[in-house]
C-alpha cells in the first residue's frame, strides 16, 4: 500500500501534540522564524504546547491545512508546510514550506511542496498555486525554480523587519505545469 503523503524522504502528516517541542525549537531560531514568515515574540512552553493540541485537534476547513514535513531517515519532525488564501471560485490557493535549519539541504522541501501540490491539484482540483518569498532568501527563490514556479513579479520594499524594509519575489505555477514536471501516478 502506498500513501499519497510519503515520498522517498518525507511523510506529511497532522500536527501531534507532542510536536509542540520542535517547533518550539524552530521557534527559538531567528533564521528560521525569518525564513518562514517573521520573528515573532518568544513563546511559553505552556503557550507552544497549547498550541500544539490545538491544532492537532482543529479540522482542515477551506482547504487550509498545516501539515508536519517528518524525516523518513530517522523519524524526526523536519519542518512544516501550509495552505492558506483559497479561492475556489478562481481555483488558486498560497503555501508556506519551513524546514527547521538542522534539516535543510536533503531534499525535505522539495520533497515536501511536490506531495502537498500533488495533492491541491490532483485531489482538489485547484489550478494555480501561489507563493511569496523574501528576496533575499535565494535558496527560497532556487526551489521555486526548480520545482517549476515563474517569478510574477517583485514587490520592492514591500516589507519592514531587521532595520530595513526587504523586497517580496511572488511566484506561481498553474496545474498543468505541475502536471508536466510531475505526472499524477497511475494508481487507482
Known amino acids: 500500500m502506498t500513501s499519497a503523503w ?7 502528516r497532522g500536527v501531534e501534540p507532542e510536536d509542540w517541542e520542535a517547533f518550539h525549537r524552530f521557534d527559538g531560531n531567528t533564521g528560521d522564524m ?4 517573521r520573528i515573532h515574540p518568544p513563546r511559553s512552553a505552556a503557550a507552544q504546547q497549547e498550541w500544539a493540541r490545538t491544532t492537532a485537534l482543529k479540522k482542515p476547513e477551506d ?3 498545516f501539515l508536519a514535513v517528518e524525516s523518513l531517515a530517522d523519524g524526526a519532525l523536519a519542518g512544516m508546510v501550509t495552505t492558506g ?3 475556489h ?3 488558486r490557493f498560497s503555501y508556506g ?3 527547521g535549519t538542522g534539516h535543510k539541504g536533503r531534499g525535505y522541501a522539495t520533497e515536501a511542496v511536490r506531495l502537498l501540490l500533488a495533492f491541491m491539484f490532483g485531489e482538489r482540483r485547484f489550478h494555480k498555486c501561489e507563493a511569496s518569498v523574501w528576496g533575499f532568501n535565494d535558496p527560497s527563490i532556487a526551489l521555486h525554480r526548480k520545482l517549476g514556479f515563474t517569478e510574477e513579479g517583485r514587490l520592492r520594499d514591500h516589507e519592514f523587519f531587521a532595520g530595513r524594509h526587504h523586497d517580496v519575489v511572488l511566484f506561481g505555477l498553474t496545474a ?5 514536471r510531475h505526472p499524477h501516478p497511475r494508481e487507482i
Open 97 to 99: 514550506i519551513a524546514i
Open 85 to 87: 488564501e483559497t479561492d
Open 89 to 91: 471560485r478562481a481555483g
Open 34 to 37: 525569518r525564513r518562514m514568515d
Open 176 to 180: 498543468p505545469e505541475f502536471a508536466a
Open 6 to 12: 510519503v515520498g522517498e524522504l518525507v511523510r506529511l
Open 63 to 65: 482547504d487550509v491545512l
